[in-house]
């Protein structure tokens, strides 16, 4: 017995929106090692930093706000909150977008699986679609787990207190928790700068490697360019321009000049980078 075929050439029954569903996506891609793994580095990694501010002493106050809240860490829950996010916002998170996105199409297709997928069949852009949404997921929900384990942590070690800043202001709990959530919404959307930049390269190379090292190199080469005052306004415009904005939600009141920016210039560039990235997997032969 034949399959009926529509007149559009396809099986009877066939909807490509009903292909690879995005909660099939996300099992797929939490049962992976590096998505238990990251997940749980997250969980460990303020666990770590409490046990290193409890045996360690803390150096010398210094004059830039940004710098100098791991003076205040041990004040609160809140506060060992802030410091976890200002430690890892230059490194620690840039890898961990960088890999969820970066690892999606390209690991794959290193495992010549990538073509098996096409010919189920899921349309093109539909499967690239469902696995940029599910390392937005995974990216997210890493990130909010990181600040969920340091508040809960951080509360347990030094107190469910209110947010003591470095310049002497002090927020209440309910104040502090809102604008610790700014943050982290900021960060989250700050950060896919670096992700669907490993994202496009994960769609031009086979190696996993090669899409989350260059996305990761590219922005510490920005980085370390942002630091060479010559270049002057150009700086404005890198891509880890305004990365530490999110620490202008400390002020009162609160300069939102710096944050409108970071948000409109990384959405910018996420646009950019998401639509290289659909477009070259549009016409890549994919062969593994």
Excluded at 153 to 163: E, K
Excluded at 228 to 236: H, N, P
Excluded at 239 to 263: H, I, K, N, Y
Aim: no cysteine.
């Amino acid at each position: 017995m034949t399959a009926h075929v529509q007149p559009t050439g396809a099986v009877a029954g066939y909807r490509p929106e009903r292909t690879l569903r995005l909660s099939v996506e996300l099992r797929r891609q939490f049962k992976r090692r590096r998505t238990l793994g990251v997940l749980a580095l997250m969980v460990a990694l303020p666990l770590i930093l409490i046990a290193a501010l409890q045996l360690g002493g803390t150096e010398e106050a210094e004059e830039n706000a940004r710098i100098n809240l791991v003076d205040v860490a041990t004040s609160s829950g809140l506060n060992f909150t802030l410091f976890v996010l200002f430690a890892t916002t230059s490194f620690f998170l840039v890898v961990v977008y960088a890999l969820f996105f970066g690892d999606t199409v390209a690991s794959e297709a290193q495992w010549g699986a990538l073509r098996y997928t096409l010919a189920t069949p899921v349309p093109r852009m539909r499967l690239l679609r469902q696995k940029w949404l599910a390392a937005l997921v995974l990216s997210v929900g890493a990130l909010v787990a990181l600040g969920l384990t340091a508040l809960l942590a951080g509360g347990i070690a030094f107190g469910f207190g209110d947010v003591q800043t470095p310049v002497g202001v002090t927020l209440g709990q309910g104040e502090g928790l809102l604008r610790l959530a700014g943050m982290v919404g900021y960060l989250a959307v700050h950060l896919l700068v670096v992700g669907t930049l490993a994202f496009w390269l994960s769609t031009v190379t086979d190696a996993p490697l090669a899409a989350v090292g260059g996305a990761v190199f590219t922005m510490f080469v920005f980085a370390i360019l942002d630091q060479v005052e010559q270049l002057g306004s150009i700086r404005d415009f890198f891509p880890t321009a305004e990365e530490f904005a999110w620490t202008d939600l400390l002020q009162t009141p609160v300069d939102s000049g710096d944050l409108f920016r970071g948000v409109v210039q990384s959405l910018l560039y996420a646009a950019v980078f998401t639509a290289l990235g659909f477009r070259h997997f549009s016409r890549r032969d994919v062969t593994s």
